[in-house]
């Protein structure tokens, strides 16, 4: 299959998601959130928003005018173990590899199984000669290459397994914001869709904030109110009591406005529920607390995009194609295979 065959039909699947009517949706969804909870109707949305975006002709051609993806000589059978904490989060690799001319052996996460099985069948509905390319499988051995995604202690087992094959494994990450005390309700509103979009269960989630007085903190958490709805979520509001209890039995001071608990920490990952929180005198003290981190950080919120990896509020959980997870570019990655 030739490359334009494969982009037409990436092209043609992004459209088949935005006709997508209510009920078809709801049918979905509604399938997707009884085998894992916390993909709910509106986190399914937002997934497939994403993709949508992705697969918009004129961003999937921009991405890949970066790149030689001529024919492969013999196409590889790559091995990719799909992570499954936020909906359809395999979609990029699986898109990555399709692209490249390659054949994708998958290890779908059992919490997201049914919205990529979804997408791999509409996919090979729109386009047949990508029935051959797609396998579905339990036990990934002795495959060309393998993708990996997955916590620090996953990843070193998967290091041990893949290590004599090439490979692309991808460790915890998580995403921070840096507020100047300049920040209105508008910004800070924004923010919480960085926060709370997929109960901050994602690699672009907010799980810490960069403040220089106490005062934003007060202000950020009354900006936040309109979020309140995720205590109605019995996954996130036990998250959240366990938490709180155990900063109470503990004394640990922290800040809680009912669905949301602020705790300083020097920490990068918060539990859910939880923001951690640190102070900064200026931007170069700041720089110092973040080039410590830099490589467990995904991207920065921030409306000063003099920052690496910087991204506007609100706009965290709505990647482009070429934003790679941990930054490591998939399709380089793939197209080095040749060689």
């Not at 993708?147 to 991808?170: C, M, Q």
């Not at 709180?244 to 918060?270: A, R």
Request: proline residues 3%.
């Amino acid at each position: 299959m030739d490359l334009e065959k494969r982009i037409q039909a990436f092209i043609e699947l992004g459209k088949k998601i935005e006709g997508m009517d209510q009920y078809e949706k709801e049918d979905l969804f509604w399938r997707a959130g009884n085998k894992n909870n916390w993909f709910t109707f509106e986190s399914c949305s937002s997934s497939f928003e994403g993709i949508a975006h992705m697969l918009q002709e004129e961003i999937l051609r921009h991405w890949l005018s970066a790149y030689q993806l001529d024919e492969p000589k013999k196409t590889k059978d790559i091995g990719v173990l799909m992570a499954g904490n936020i909906p359809a989060v395999g979609f990029h690799d699986l898109m990555a590899v399709l692209l490249s001319g390659n054949k994708i052996s998958a290890k779908l996460s059992s919490a997201d199984e049914v919205l990529m099985k979804w997408l791999i069948n509409q996919l090979i509905e729109i386009e047949p000669g990508f029935s051959g390319l797609i396998e579905i499988s339990e036990m990934l051995k002795n495959k060309d290459a393998y993708i990996a995604t997955g916590s620090d202690n996953s990843a070193r087992y998967f290091n041990y397994y893949f290590g004599k094959y090439p490979h692309l494994i991808r460790q915890n990450r998580t995403s921070v914001a840096i507020l100047n005390g300049n920040e209105n309700q508008e910004q800070l509103q924004k923010l919480g869709e960085d926060i709370f979009k997929y109960f901050g269960l994602g690699c672009r989630n907010v799980s810490k904030v960069y403040v220089k007085s106490p005062g934003q903190l007060t202000q950020l958490l009354d900006s936040l109110q309109s979020f309140s709805k995720l205590a109605d979520h019995h996954k996130y509001h036990n998250n959240y009591e366990y938490n709180k209890s155990i900063y109470l039995v503990n004394s640990e001071k922290h800040l809680d406005n009912g669905f949301l608990i602020l705790k300083e920490s020097t920490e990068l990952v918060s539990p859910i529920s939880v923001l951690f929180y640190e102070f900064y005198s200026d931007e170069k003290d700041l720089k110092v607390k973040l080039e410590r981190l830099q490589d467990k950080i995904q991207c920065i919120v921030t409306e000063n995009d003099g920052w690496k990896n910087a991204v506007p509020f609100g706009k965290a959980q709505m990647p482009d194609p070429w934003d790679y997870a941990d930054g490591v570019d998939t399709l380089r990655f793939l197209g080095n295979l040749e060689n």
